[in-house]
């Protein structure tokens, strides 16, 4: 198969999934979620037993949400938008194999989310992390405030979203937001070993580790993820909202109410 805005590769059990709009820093719109959806699926049929998420070029994994694309929303829409983006979060989470978040570079907003969504998460040193959505003036809409507090402190998911900080790799790695950071010209040769190793595992045990371990994070989780996709669409209308985006896009500082 073939799609415009993500390639998929798979062999020998290991499927590698890359965001590929390196002009926009891999930041998704509608068409990116949508393949990301079909890619998955792809993978599953071909019954990989590990998923690696990455992003092209060399700066990052995805810079988010397209904020340009999204940033003229209506409530509705912004809600249907929730509903794609926590669709792939609740894809990577059922995938049946592992997923690992090969994290190249800036990974914000729902770039951060989807890196959260995977089973585990790898930095290269130059990575930055974070849910940045409050300067945006919105909130995390992909599942950020669920996932967030599963490998966090309640206090720091809290810090991180409030103040949208940008954590660098190592500062991340201390927090306990991802698991492990190497050298960037090291990444996808260490990801690509643990890849293997974890594809000889025996297939059923590995997928039945997954559900149960999934298992213990996900009661009440649906109506968590209600809550979140109701709060982040209705900031959108707002002027706050529409100042942030639109201040991005104008490359200027937002002046906000
Ligand atoms: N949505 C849409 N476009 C984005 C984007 C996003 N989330 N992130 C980056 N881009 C685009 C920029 O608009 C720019 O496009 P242009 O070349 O057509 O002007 C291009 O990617 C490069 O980004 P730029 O900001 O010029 O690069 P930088 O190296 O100075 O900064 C970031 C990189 C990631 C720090 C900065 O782009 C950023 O803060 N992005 C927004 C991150 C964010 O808040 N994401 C959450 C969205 S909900």
């Given at each position: 198969?073939?799609?415009?805005?993500?390639?998929?590769?798979?062999?020998?059990?290991?499927?590698?999934?890359?965001?590929?709009?390196?002009?926009?820093?891999?930041?998704?719109?509608?068409?990116?979620?949508?393949?990301?959806?079909?890619?998955?699926?792809?993978?599953?049929?071909?019954?990989?037993?590990?998923?690696?998420?990455?992003?092209?070029?060399?700066?990052?994994f995805?810079?988010?949400?397209?904020?340009?694309?999204?940033?003229?929303?209506?409530?509705?829409?912004?809600?249907?938008?929730?509903?794609?983006?926590?669709?792939?979060?609740?894809?990577?989470?059922?995938?049946?194999?592992?997923?690992?978040?090969?994290?190249?570079?800036?990974?914000?907003?729902?770039?951060?989310?989807?890196?959260?969504?995977?089973?585990?998460?790898?930095?290269?040193?130059?990575?930055?992390?974070?849910?940045?959505?409050?300067?945006?003036?919105?909130?995390?809409?992909?599942?950020?405030?669920?996932?967030?507090?599963?490998?966090?402190?309640?206090?720091?998911?809290?810090?991180?979203?409030?103040?949208?900080?940008?954590?660098d790799?190592?500062?991340?790695?201390?927090?306990?937001?991802?698991?492990?950071?190497?050298?960037?010209?090291?990444?996808?040769?260490?990801?690509?070993?643990?890849?293997?190793e974890?594809?000889?595992?025996?297939?059923?045990?590995?997928?039945?580790?997954?559900?149960?371990?999934?298992?213990?994070?996900?009661?009440?989780?649906?109506?968590?993820?209600?809550?979140?996709?109701?709060?982040?669409?209705?900031?959108?209308?707002?002027?706050?909202?529409?100042?942030?985006?639109?201040?991005?896009?104008?490359?200027?500082?937002?002046?906000?109410?």
């Open positions: 198969m073939s799609w415009n805005t993500v390639t998929l590769d798979v062999a020998d059990g290991v499927a590698n999934l890359t965001v590929d709009r390196p002009d926009a820093l891999n930041a998704m719109n509608t068409e990116t979620l949508g393949e990301i959806e079909s890619a998955i699926a792809e993978a599953t049929e071909q019954e990989a037993r590990v998923l690696v998420l990455t992003g092209a070029g060399d700066d990052a995805i810079a988010g949400a397209d904020i340009d694309y999204m940033k003229e929303f209506s409530t509705p829409e912004a809600l249907a938008y929730a509903e794609r983006g926590q669709g792939v979060v609740r894809d990577l989470r059922g995938f049946p194999g592992v997923t690992i978040a090969a994290i190249n570079g800036y990974a914000f907003g729902g770039g951060c989310e989807f890196a959260l969504a995977c089973d585990l998460r790898v930095a290269s040193e130059r990575a930055v992390i974070g849910q940045t959505e409050i300067d945006l003036g919105i909130i995390p809409g992909w599942g950020g405030t669920q996932l967030l507090q599963r490998l966090v402190s309640d206090e720091l998911a809290r810090r991180l979203i409030f103040f949208g900080d940008r954590l790799a190592t500062d991340a790695h201390e927090h306990g937001l991802i698991g492990e950071v190497v050298a960037h010209d090291d990444l996808y040769d260490h990801v690509d070993e643990m890849a293997a974890l594809a000889a595992k025996p297939r059923h045990a590995l997928y039945a580790a997954k559900e149960a371990l999934n298992a213990y994070h996900e009661t009440g989780g649906e109506g968590a993820m209600t809550v979140e996709r109701r709060a982040w669409s209705g900031l959108f209308g707002t002027p706050d909202q529409r100042e942030g985006m639109t201040a991005f896009v104008e490359k200027r500082d937002p002046e906000f109410e």
